[in-house]
């Protein structure tokens, strides 16, 4: 059969003021009919600017693509009539209902009523909407507005079905959720999808992957091969370490198979040297927190503590009402009912103390983008009463850890993703915080980032520090000394990786996570 | 002392985004210079030519002397006579004409005193206000004409000045309540969108992590529009004095003054507006809510003596209004502070009472997140 896309040593070059950006280089690949290619790699990686070729949306420099037997560059109207195309912010309107969506791209695409009757009520069905279809669209969580987006770029009926980045931000549940429909159209309709994910765990859904790092294509395997790199390796290394009760290296997966191709080895775990002591002191303890918004309770009695040189992570479904309890811990917003300790001071008399004493590194990029690295450190140092001499030294020791040194000079905004987080770990760190917040931190980061990341956060624990994290990433929550699983604003699951695993009767956390999570949706359902 | 460093990093913070961004930069001065320069030459009230024509059923010595004295007036264009009624009708209409002078049959009579005789001006009012003009120069030209004869006779004349603006150039009056007018309209922009912007940004967040409390940050955003505002305002003096050459009668001192006040109540105003909207959208709507009646009320425009009394009491919160008469009564007129006092205390007035407001409505928000 002839291949549905084959894509001819493209590259694709973008020039902006004086930065050279080679976001492709040289790619080659065919994608066969009735399969799911997925396109991995870390942000930045190229995989927008390859998706976007392949539509015919963007020109290449050089090489060509034929999509469908079309010129991408020729027969570019041809594409994209023909490709079911879904962009990382796919244009839903938020202010029309989910019927009105579907209704509309159903005409944009001159769908027939009778293609329309038989099988809008089967794709809401499948996607589990079917109860929602007169919910306004921006009223709709983050899994159930990709899926209503998956539906309106289906509703055509597409030969190929090209997916950018479909998965980010929604949750491990819906993620499941979200490439089971995926699957079961390709089966059922022999469609082709071509899908791009920053998710490395994502592999496994796909038939083959592509994987994309700096703009080179650093593999063309079936995840099943790239996995086997990854083991290969894993049984020459560590058996010694994984007797330790703080080995952290995850299990052979696609990651470690994804290291090995990169680095050409498999990394050494990654280890506390300073255990977590129960004895030390609270750092925060939260207790019987409740969160409001209007009839709605976002948190409902949930109760913690966090002591010094712990990493306490805080995980749950979309909309399960960590972001809140995380922003009440903060100072953020005002809690309802319940007292939170920070450092034995209830938190809401003591805000100066608290806000002195904390380090935050928010989800998307929240510096300034328009002032330079070096205005943003002083800034932020200023901001915490340092000055001159002192706040030099935390500069000069924040630019060295972090090897910011050589972008000082540049806008904050024209830094690469890893690099705007390593300037917002330095802002919350120029401080010395007891403290540090990170709300889904390494989100979109590479392996190599995230390693990075963790190697610092875990240097930090050691030295005492106690860290609060969000993720979305369950191999990420195995660094964690405690989690805590939230559904529905209620804790479902706490305790240490190992506890949780037990009480969810996995095999690994993210079976545990989704059998705790769906489990106690069940027996809410039951009264 | 902490204080003082936190404040100072977070000024420092502000000049930065405004000031060394060259696109910002060039946003704060070159479009407000230039706009101060057009301006300066369109939006005049001097009617500088006149559409007429003249219906003359005298065809007398006397009435063919007043009609000199419209041909000879740099004004009045005066276009080939009208032959009756229904043609002047028809050019009016078409808009050939703005204005027509009709001379009755007995006008040469009754010049000499034996009939009593209407000389009758008739202007387009579909443009009430250049009509409104037009009219007023027709009535001088007729007028002046008259006096002059009676002058003749017992040697009485009227003698007109301006004070202040010895050739009542509109200008010097425009270019200075122009600059107050660019200057509130973009002053309060920016901080209208001090705080709203970085709501929207997500560093909003980030900022309120940090020690900061609500006055500090107020206090910093406030000041740092007032420096830039305050840069924008001396290239706009600049321009005002030295390409028009308005002339300054008064201290310098009493200027920046003036400018800081009617600065500090624009920002007030701003940041009060940044505090209660949720965006930079409904942002920059209120803002120009707010900032269009100010400016057409502000007595630049039209006479502020003839609003109804009711607008006249409102207009006391508008800052546009103070700042305008006391900026051309320090041009014009080289007003001391004492006189400018109520001018003064009215801008501070505003700039406190928004400040309050905005600060009120600021913390509480800030807790309620």
Known sequence: MNPVISCNHLSKTFRESDQVIRAVQDVSFEVQPGTITGLLGPDGAGKTTLIRCVCGLLRPDSGSVSTLGYDSVKQ???????????????????????????RLYAQLHGIPKEDYESRVPMLLERNRLSEFTSRMAGKLSGGMKQ??????????????????????????????????ILRQTVEEESMTVLVSTAYMDEADYCDRTLILFEGKLLADKTPVEVKELGNRQEAIGSSEANSTAYCLLPTASFETGFMQLLTGSVPEPLKRNNPVDDSAPEMIRVENLVKRFGDFTAVNRVSFSVHRGEIFGLLGANGAGKTTTFRAM?????????????DGKPLEKNLEYVRNNIGYVAQKFSLYGDITVIQNLKFFGGAYGLYGKKLQERIDWACETLNLTEFLKLPAAQLSMGYKRRLAMACALLHNPPILFLDEATSGADPIARREFWKRILALADD???????????????????????????????GTVAQVIAQGNGATLEDAFVNIVSRSSETEAEP | MRILIRVYALLIKELCQLLTNPKVRMSLFIP???????????????????????????HSPASRELISCFTGSPTFHVHEPLVNEADMRERINTRALQLAVVIPANYQQAEM?????????????????????????????????????????????????????????????????????????????????????????????????????????????????????????????????????????????????????????????????????????????????????????????????????????????????????????????????????????????????????????????????
């Open chain 1, 76 to 102: 570019s109207g041809r594409i994209q009539e023909s490709v079911g195309y879904m962009p990382q912010k796919f244009g839903l309107y938020e202010n029309m209902t989910v019927e009105e969506n579907i």
């Open chain 2, 113 to 369: 005193g034996h009939a009593k005789a209407t000389v009758q001006i008739i202007v387009d009012g579909r443009s009430a206000n250049s009509a409104g003009m037009a009219l007023a120069y027709a009535t001088n030209v007729v007028n002046n004409h008259w006096l002059e004869k009676a002058a003749k006779r017992n040697r009485i004349r009227i003698e007109t000045r301006a004070w202040y603006n010895p050739n009542f150039n509109m200008q010097f009056f425009m270019v200075p309540s122009l600059l107050a007018l660019i200057a509130l309209i973009d002053i309060m922009l920016v901080s209208a969108l001090s705080i709203v912007s970085e709501r929207e940004a997500g560093t909003f967040d980030q900022l309120r992590m940090t020690p900061y409390s609500s006055l500090e940050l107020l206090i910093a955003k406030g000041f740092s529009t007032l420096i830039a505002g305050g840069c924008q305002l001396a290239v706009g003096l600049a321009a005002a004095m030295l390409w028009f050459q308005v002339p300054f009668n008064s201290s310098y001192a009493l200027l920046t003054a003036l400018l800081l006040s009617f600065l500090g109540s624009s920002i007030g105003i701003g940041l009060l507006i940044s505090t209660l909207t949720e965006n930079q959208r409904q942002s920059i709507i209120v803002m120009y809510l707010v900032a269009v009646p100010f400016a057409m009320l502000s007595g630049m425009g039209t006479p502020l003596e003839s609003m109804p009394d009711v607008f006249q009491q409102a207009m006391i919160i508008n800052p546009m209004r103070h700042g305008i008469a006391a900026l051309t009564r320090i041009f014009l007129e080289g007003a001391t502070f004492w006189e400018l006092r109520h001018s003064f205390y009215l801008l501070w007035g505003i700039a406190v009472g928004s400040f309050t407001l905005a600060y009120f409505f600021f913390v509480h928000r800030r807790n309620d997140g």
């Open chain 1, 147 to 180: 899926k209503l987006a998956l539906i309106c770029a289906l509703i055509s009926r597409p030969q190929l079905m090209v997916l950018d980045e479909p998965t980010v931000g929604v949750d491990v549940l819906a993620r499941r959720e979200l490439w089971n």
């Open chain 2, 32 to 58: 407000p210079l230039l706009q101060l320069i057009f301006l300066g030459y369109a939006a005049t009230m001097d009617l500088k030519y006149v559409d007429c024509a003249i219906l003359d059923y005298s």
């Open chain 1, 464 to 494: 005492g520090v106690a860290v609060v994290i969000t993720t979305h990433f369950l191999d990420e929550a195995e660094y964690c000394d405690k989690i805590l699983i939230m559904r529905d604003g209620c804790e479902v699951a706490s």
């Open chain 1, 330 to 342: 903060c100072a953020l917003s005002r809690a309802d009912e319940g007292t939170i300790l920070f």
